[in-house]
């Protein structure tokens, strides 16, 4: 399935691929994304699920 994602998507993905890979703390990748600590959490768990596309917006393609 192709996935076509924001650019402030794929940067999600970097900064949460450096949490997940321990370049970065969870702190501190919530301070960047401007999120809480607890979303970026949740983030991580998708990523880690689901990969890439995980994080694409879930509402892609609604109406």
């Known amino acids: ?3 076509t994602m924001s650019d402030k998507e794929l940067n999600r993905i970097n900064v949460i691929q450096s949490v997940v890979e321990k370049r970065m703390r969870r702190r501190d990748a ?7 600590e607890r979303q970026t959490q949740r983030l991580m768990n998708r990523f880690r699920e689901s990969g890439a596309a995980g994080l694409a917006n879930l509402r892609r393609g609604r109406r």
């Open 30 to 36: 919530a301070h960047q994304l401007a999120l809480t």
């Open 1 to 3: 399935m192709l996935v």
